[in-house]
């Protein structure tokens, strides 16, 4: 069970849109829609933004969309605004009642 | 609504057992809709499933730590709880609590998270 795959960094100016990919294996992303995405300011808790790989629950902007393809799952930031500076991560369902979370993304807001 | 917060010694000595809590409120432990879980993030690393629990007691472990890892819930404070034996300094992180919604496949409400170092 491997961490799923993120890019270490992304950035954009306001207004921008951005997206982190979240590349896993057939064993996870590929096989189950259960992937979820993470904002996490440091120091406070992470938040649910995406879930079951494009929902977002009640009270996320819409600026914030998700997808999956095959082993890859995204996340789309649109319109981006100084307070989505955050970490983001990715997790996705691994079978037999196992999770397996993402190595984060830092998000910079230019 | 649901607020988590762990509780525990924020230093832990090596080759000991790490014990933290978890304190659900605004909603009940045994709801059937949710599992109890906890993800914890060594400094300057990503996010690491640890392993949840159902309130009737059944337990799911990351196979990579699961001869180390015990989780337990305690109905009666609406509390779960997370061992971790043999700590060594790749233990150290901040180990968060999180409700594992069903309907949303997601953990959906974290605590605040608490940083436990390992070291004499």
Redesign the interface.
Known sequence: QSALTQPASVSGSPGQSITISCTGTSSDVGTYNLVSWYQHHPGKAPKLMIYEASKRPSGVSNRFSGARSGNTASLTISGLQAEDEADYYCCSYAGSNTWVFGGGTKLTVL | QLRLQESGPGLVKPSETLSLSCTVSGGSISSSSYYWGW?RQPPG?????IA?IYYSGNT?????LKSRVTISVDTSKNQFSLTLTSVTAADTAVY?C?SYWTP??????????TMVTVSS
Do not use: I, R, T
Request: hydrophobic content about 35%.
């Open positions: 993800v690393k990503g996010l690491e499933w949840y799911y472990y990351n196979p990579s968060y999180a949303s496949g997601a953990f959906d409400v974290w605590g605040q998270g």
